[in-house]
């Protein structure tokens, strides 16, 4: 009996000392989370409006977060007295109704990072956690951009300055086309469980910031555009009112293929009059991104700034370099330099008061990826991150390594994290006047040099050619080396003519005495498959000698053909590397080649040799004879 009594008397001395503190486990799971709740009713009508349609002409009355019950795990009993405070509104949200008209919408705003990974676990099964603590996904049947069903509106306000025609990425469409398009998605949104919304900005210069609207389905997405938009504080989320552009994912809900100018089940739709996009039949994350981009590239030039697809880092003197180049150049890696801080990866602005980063992380290639190689990318694959179509070692004990070399989903795995996550980038992400222009190629033909000091109208061509080249077994069906040619390294994205771009390219660089060069990270001695590459620490020495201002200061010769000035020295590089010439033992042979590739720069430049309406027929000459000559 003393026992029992000794032990009654330590359990009381126990709930006295930790009294509980909940009437039942739902009101403990309760306050086990704590969080500042916001005004929503702003909010709401906002989302409201975004969410009109004509079968919605009122926009749904939408609740901003679920009922804080609902997110709890709860017993019949908590159950039912939760349900007995329901208001009248959750209890019509919950009920089944057959008219969308009149169904009420829920919207997840802005959640953080641990809702949208609980979010992506909970309701998609092929979303995972693995080693790193990345969230690993799949983005469905499309891998990739569909480029050939982007579509553009043709408005009076706009036609005039679109870029149409031979060479143009931009299909037209007509407005009644896209008010179909986007009712259909619009509807298909309305008809959900649940929605993501989330509210960002792109560009670091607030007086070049544009407010951007993600209205999706999928808290993937929402995480996506949450790490590659810029993540607006509590206070500006509070003020962040209207949107200046929409766009409306719908990817999972095909386009309706007999509908004028579709050519598949995928669409994506640009209005610049209704300021929004729509995106039908396609998972692809990427298309938000640079559906984003071609907003910019279409806003900024009109704004007197140069919108860019280029890399950006900054050295200790606050000096700016850009890197231009197609994948597989090296722009990623060589603009990763521990000794300067990123200022981007991707996308930049460069306006009176310097360049800007326009976006808020980085959206990386994954595909073979080491942390030797690249650290910085490697490193920056954490919690927060989205691993995009990447295989991972399911039966590895306690590990779930991701296979950065397994292509079994696809080339184009990818790495979505916020730039944060990079330890040497530098925030906010801006910097000056730019000192240094780096344009990259690949070039596998073998005959460009590995670096080239160009002129003002050189820089100009190239930068409108944007050239690198496809190497056997990178694609099915090439079996040598094939050149590839995408208007201001970027032409999928371009709104405008390229010429428009390159005038203000050239402007700029004129005004602030920026140098640029031509970098090839290509083969020598040879084409693929018989001369080599060049090496990676002969490349990183060229770009620590532009940095050091050593080749403002070398001697030149001009190779033929293509009229460029290769340096005669450059520290650390092999001298008799720098004039391709001097490596092919078939010289012969290597002029043979040098003629082809001049050959295949005027084939690709005459779409641009009117000038486009940017440049006068005086300086559209100039920057033709500033090509190759044959």
Sequence with gaps: MAQQHEAGDLRRLVNEAHPPRAADLAELHSLQKTRKERETDATAASLSATLKSASREAGPRVVVREPKHLYLPQSPRSRAAAEAEQTDLIKEMFHEMGDIGLKPVVVYHNLSVPELYEHSLKYEPSTHIVASGALATLSGAKTGRSPKDKRVVREPGSEADIWWGAGSPNYEMDERTFILNRERAVDYLNTLDRLYVFDGYAGWDPKARFKIRIVCARPYHALFMHNMLIRPTEEELHDFGHPDFTI???????????????????????????????????????????????????????????????????????????????????????????????????????????????????????????????????????????????????????????????????????????????????????????????????????????????????????????????????????????????????????????????????????????????????????????????????????????HSGELTKAEYEEMPIFNLKVPKGVSNVPQEVLMPSNCWADKENYSKTLSHLAELFVKNFKKFEDGGGHVTPQEAQKILEAGPRL
Excluded at 343 to 372: P, Q, T
Excluded at 410 to 439: F, L
Aim: glycine letters at 10%; one cysteine or more.
């Design 248 to 546: 409306y994912n719908g990817g999972a809900f095909p386009a309706n293929r007999y509908t004028s100018y579709m050519t598949s089940s995928t669409s994506i739709d640009v209005s610049l009059k209704h300021k929004e996009m729509v995106i039908l039949g396609t998972q692809y994350a990427g298309e938000m991104k640079k559906g984003v981009f071609s907003l910019m590239n279409y806003v900024l030039p009109k704004m007197g700034i140069l919108s860019l697809h280029s890399g950006c880092n900054e050295g200790k003197d606050g000096d700016v370099t850009l890197f231009f180049g197609l994948s597989g150049t090296g722009k990623t890696t060589l603009s990763a330099d521990p000794a300067r801080p990123l200022i981007g990866d991707d996308e930049h602005g460069w306006s009176d008061r310097g360049v800007f980063n326009i976006e808020g992380g980085c959206y990386a290639k994954a595909i073979g990826l080491k942390e030797e190689n690249e650290p910085d990318i490697f490193n920056a694959i954490k919690f927060g991150t989205i691993l995009e179509n990447v295989v991972f070692d399911e039966a590895s004990f306690e590990t779930r390594h991701v296979d950065y070399d397994s292509n079994r989903i696809t080339e184009n795995t990818r790495a979505s994290y916020p730039i944060e996550h990079i330890e040497n980038a530098k925030i906010p992400c801006v910097g000056g006047h730019p000192k240094n222009i780096i344009m990259l190629c690949c070039d596998a033909f073998g005959v460009l040099p590995p670096v080239a000091k160009l002129t003002k109208e050189q820089a100009m061509y190239y930068f409108i050619s944007g050239y690198t080249a496809k190497v056997a077994g990178t694609e099915q069906g090439v079996t040598e080396p094939e050149a590839t040619f995408s208007a201001c390294f970027g032409s999928a994205f371009l709104m405008w003519h390229p010429t428009k771009y390159a005038s203000m390219l050239a402007e700029k660089v004129e005004k602030h005495g920026t140098n640029v060069w031509l970098i090839n990270t290509g083969w020598t001695g040879g084409p693929y498959g018989v001369g080599y590459r060049f090496k990676l620490r002969h490349t990183r020495a060229i770009v620590d000698a532009i």
